[in-house]
């Protein structure tokens, strides 16, 4: 089977920085990419890491540690509209390579 | 670019009616879309994966004779609720890959069902 562990939720302040770790364990591990949904919305893509390393794409950055099975999700700058959940999701070889995703981490940004 | 739709936007109905959700990708062609429940405060569940051309491939616990899915073109996937109950209501969300082992996949807008 497959599992990924993050925070159910996080709270910070406006103008911080944030980092939201996911942890998953999965046989045929191809990538790990993290999503953004508002209450009410579809989720929207972020970023996505099939390397060690980080990826930096504007205020969030993602980084991988394929040895440690470990990502994490870095916000910074935080502002009001950051204020959603969070999902990371695996991406498994083989096949259609489906997307498995995490409970999510609810941000909240507060002033 | 890399838009995704999704029809209706919500939908109530009667319990032990059909419901049809279409999901179409708008300005490219998708030879996979995927689709997802989701239940309020919880994650995305992946329900089936869905191929133009072939059948559905569903996820385990997933009666595909309940939830028929239909891929008729590149640009269009039906999902459709056959005899639904209240437990079926639920926020249902499709998915589409530009191409084949894509990163990213491009949601749609969802569809809220409510069963009464």
């Known amino acids: 089977g497959q599992s990924l562990e993050q925070p159910s939720e996080v709270t910070a302040v406006e103008g911080a920085i944030v980092q939201i770790n996911c942890t998953y364990q999965?046989?045929?591990?191809?990538?790990l990419s993290w999503y953004q949904q508002h209450d009410g919305g579809a989720p929207t893509f972020l970023s996505y890491?099939?390397?060690?390393g980080l990826e930096e794409t504007g205020r969030f950055s993602s980084f991988l540690s394929r040895s440690d099975s470990y990502g994490y999700l870095l916000l910074q700058e935080l502002q009001m509209k950051d204020s959603a959940s969070y999902f990371c999701?695996?991406?498994?070889?083989?096949?259609?390579?489906?997307?498995?995703f995490g409970i999510g981490t609810k941000l909240q940004v507060i002033p | 670019g890399a838009v995704v739709s999704q029809h209706p936007s919500w939908v109530i109905c009667k319990s032990g009616t059909s419901v049809k959700i279409e999901c179409r990708s708008l300005?490219?062609?998708?030879?996979?879309m995927f689709w997802y429940r989701q239940f309020p405060k919880q994650s995305l569940m992946l329900m089936a994966t869905?191929?133009?051309?072939?059948?559905?491939?569903?996820e385990q616990g997933v009666e595909k004779d309940k939830f028929l899915i239909n891929h008729a073109s590149l640009t269009l996937s039906t999902l459709t609720v056959t005899s639904a109950h209240p437990e079926d209501s639920s926020f249902y969300i499709c998915?589409?890959?530009?191409?084949?082992?894509?990163?990213?996949?491009?949601f749609g807008p969802g569809t809220r069902l409510l069963v009464l």
């Open positions: 890491n099939a390397l060690d």
């Open positions: 869905s191929n133009e051309g072939s059948k559905a491939t569903y």
């Open positions: 300005d490219f062609q998708a030879t996979t």
């Open positions: 999701a695996v991406k498994k070889s083989g096949g259609y390579q489906k997307v498995t």
């Open positions: 998915s589409a890959r530009v191409s084949a082992g894509g990163e990213t996949q491009y």
């Open positions: 999965t046989s045929g591990f191809y990538g």
